[in-house]
């Protein structure tokens, strides 16, 4: 009996740091598995390009019509990663498109769930090793994009906020990627998991872009994840024309540059725009005014809770998963 009781004792005491080697072994497992993936790299490679065409492009068309570029100190801060909101769903969906279903896929999920590891522990170790790959790739993207932009349009000011700009790339990416991985966990299908997000992300973009611009309840986007409503940073008059410079989006895409905007201008307000088409000529009419302030902290608790309620539906579903031999 002593023995049994010191076998249990030593069980006990040793249980979480079992749970510990677990956790890190499927991090390191999944890691591979997403640094062996060729689609990876070329994401990777595509939003290099598309950060390379984000800073070379100005310089460009300055140079063909013959206009010096001049220097911007807020470049950098405004750019972003610079891939803009459809590379951010693009590295969402390769980090997590296949991350479960591939090994429903594959059949590897029968050894890797025979193991003594619980089903939570692998899908934390997943989650956490697509959170990793996710602010690696980001933290290159900032890098590159603050030496190019040093290079190319001088001294740039505010550096210190690029944490905060990259916190919120990854809060945006985080719930695309949830989305993507509740869709693979449920369908353990990779395929399916990849045209479930692309046309979720493509409705959304044009439905967002549709309501934004020709109704009066705009409002419901700032709760639907990706780009949100459009507004205008002030005051706008009604007569002014379509195209306006301070033009921003509320959604969740959108966190990052929005962040850095209302650090900078703490009192600024968000103006919601309709248009109105009066004879030849497309007018914006403003519908309702909000404090920055409110733009950022809601799409923030909207991307938290998006997240909260994805992650739990792909967790619940891998718990529940039937698993043949």
Known sequence: MKKKKEAKTVTKARSPNWRTTSFLAVVRYELLWNIRKKKILGVLILAFAFATLTLALPVILNNMNNVPTEPNPDYVTATGTGIGGFGIFLFALVTAMNSISGEFESGSIIPLLTKPVSRTTVYLG??????????????????????????????????????????????????????????????????????????????????????????????????????????????????????????????????ASNSITYILNPTA?????????????????PLYSESLSLVVYRSIAVSVVYIMIFNFIAWYALKRAQVAE
């Open 269 to 285: 307000n968000v103006t919601f725009l309709r248009a109105v088409i009066e004879g030849h000529r497309i007018k914006l009419e």
């Open 126 to 255: 997943k989650i956490f090793a697509a959170l990793l790959t996710i602010v690696g790739a980001y933290t290159l993207l900032f890098i590159y994009l603050a030496l190019g932009g040093y290079i190319i349009y001088g001294p740039q000011n505010n550096l210190h906020l690029l944490p905060i700009s990259l916190l919120g790339s990854i809060l945006s990416t985080l719930v695309w990627m949830t989305i993507v991985l509740t869709m693979g966990s449920a369908s353990k299908s990779s395929m399916l998991a990849l045209l479930l997000g692309i046309g979720v992300w493509f409705g959304l973009n044009i439905t967002s872009g549709i309501l934004s611009v020709f109704s009066n309840q705009a409002w419901v986007l700032t709760y639907a994840p990706g780009n949100g409503a459009s507004g205008t940073l002030g005051s706008l008059n009604v007569s002014s024309p379509l195209t306006q410079t301070n033009t921003i989006t509320t959604g969740t895409d959108s966190i």
